[in-house]
């Protein structure tokens, strides 16, 4: 695509979402963690100055962080969803190219507009006025380039969150500013590699030989090198492919020892990969089931396995996908173990239109599909599981510690902001 292009950026996006509705923890450190609370994904400005790194562990530093008065919480990803999904839908409002490329984050085409930048600024202004959540935005000629803005947006207060980089003169100037591993595309052991041929700065890097690079590594390093250089080579993906495969796997919140229990949380993760099939109107001929034991506990006994299990005919009916992961289950439980984390993997997904019959076995019927379609409406409509399969269990016990969890204000009526 030729013209600018943009990535907007939202600023530590979970932590922001925690303040949206909680206005006391704006100038408050605030750290959110990972499933089952176990380490730092996510901190505000505030905790990153006070020493809070990606990846802390909440038990390690929960005194240290508790003097410094960072606030924690667990991470609420039906929240972070839905405001991530009201800041896109306002980014739609700017550009006709659009690609979503992550729950943050999104590149936009801007050769449309004479004024890029005055444009990124309306843009910024709005989408915090809209959703209350603040973004930077990089512009460049290429998506490399855009990148590499977006970082000097985020560094450089004076940038008011926008910098444009359409000169060589500018781009010169932030490459200047960052180390090899800062750059997109450019992975933490490349550098080392990149040091050996004499190339030890983003700018160096800039000035390489393409075709050099890719004989001595690959043709996507190859891309990053004619991408600085100003050569747009990644095109912006504004039709999502669709998924090969599909995975839910969680650990649970204590150790599960009866397949009982594990044949509850494993209905779960069957039901919410299912879900996420029918969204894309996908169906799988062919699941793995996964069991493991606690592999940072090495003085326990250990058994991990998986099992491949084929279907009769591609589905996307939650019952059928749920009477087969329980059957590969059955297959590899072994008493006796103290099981840490379970899950289903979804393979070969294509569209669920397309599925044939034979003459013994039919796809999934009309009634069938339209009662699927019933219970994803209900969950969406009145919160995910209001509507369940029994063999999912009631109270869960072995659900992922969430000690620290907010409400999700956006979604559940239960749980709206009281004023």
Not at 68 to 79: D, E, K, Q
Not at 89 to 108: G, K
Not at 401 to 410: H, M, N, V
Request: charged residues 25%; contains cysteine.
């Amino acid at each position: 695509m030729a013209g600018p292009i943009a990535i907007v950026d939202c600023n530590n996006f979970y932590a922001s979402c925690e303040r949206l509705f909680n206005p006391k923890l704006n100038g408050k450190p605030v750290v959110v963690l990972s499933n089952n609370d176990g380490c730092a994904i996510a901190r505000s400005n505030e905790a990153k100055a006070l020493g809070v790194r990606m990846g802390d562990a909440y038990h390690l530093n929960k005194q240290q962080w508790a003097r410094w008065g960072v606030r924690v919480f667990s991470s609420n990803y039906t929240l972070y969803g839905d405001v991530s999904a009201r800041v896109m839908r306002v980014l739609s409002d700017f550009t006709p190219d659009l690609e979503i490329y992550s729950i943050d984050e999104a590149f936009l085409g801007l050769s449309e507009f004479a004024d890029p930048e005055a444009h990124a600024r309306t843009l910024r202004e709005t989408v915090d006025r809209k959703t209350g959540i603040p973004v930077c935005v990089g512009i460049g000629p290429t998506k490399t380039l855009a990148k590499v803005a977006n970082r000097t947006a985020k560094k450089d207060p004076a940038s008011g969150g926008v910098c444009l980089l359409d000169t060589e003169v500018k781009q010169a100037a932030a490459l200047s500013k960052l180390a090899l591993d800062d750059l997109w595309g450019v992975g933490y052991r490349l550098p080392r590699r990149l040091a050996e041929i004499g190339i030890t700065t983003p700018l160096q890097l800039r000035d390489a030989d393409p075709t050099m690079i890719r004989q001595r590594f690959n043709v996507v390093l190859q891309r990053t090198v004619m991408e600085l250089q100003g050569t747009p080579c990644i095109d912006l993906e504004q039709d999502s492919p669709d998924s090969k495969t599909i995975c839910t796997s969680r650990s649970f919140g204590r150790y599960v020892e009866t397949f009982e229990e594990l044949a509850e949380a494993l209905t779960a993760y069957v039901s919410r990969a299912a879900e996420k099939m029918r969204r894309q109107g996908l169906a799988t001929p062919a699941i793995i089931v996964l069991l493991n034991t606690d592999k940072h506990k090495p003085d326990q006994p250990q058994h991990d396995a998986t099992l491949h299990v084929k279907l009769t005919i591609a589905t996307a009916d939650t019952g059928r996908l749920i009477r087969a992961a329980l059957f590969g289950l059955r297959e590899i439980y072994r008493p006796g173990f103290r099981y840490k984390k379970t899950g289903v993997l979804f393979l070969d997904l294509a569209p669920a239109a397309s599925v044939q019959g034979s003459l013994f076995i039919q796809p999934d019927t009309p009634q069938r599909v339209r009662l699927m379609e019933l219970v994803d409406e209900i969950n969406r409509r009145y919160g995910r599981d209001w509507v369940r399969f029994a063999c999912s269990g009631m109270d869960r016990g072995w659900k992922l510690k969430a000690e620290f969890l907010s409400q999700r204000y956006t979604t559940r009526w239960g749980e709206l902001l009281s004023v």
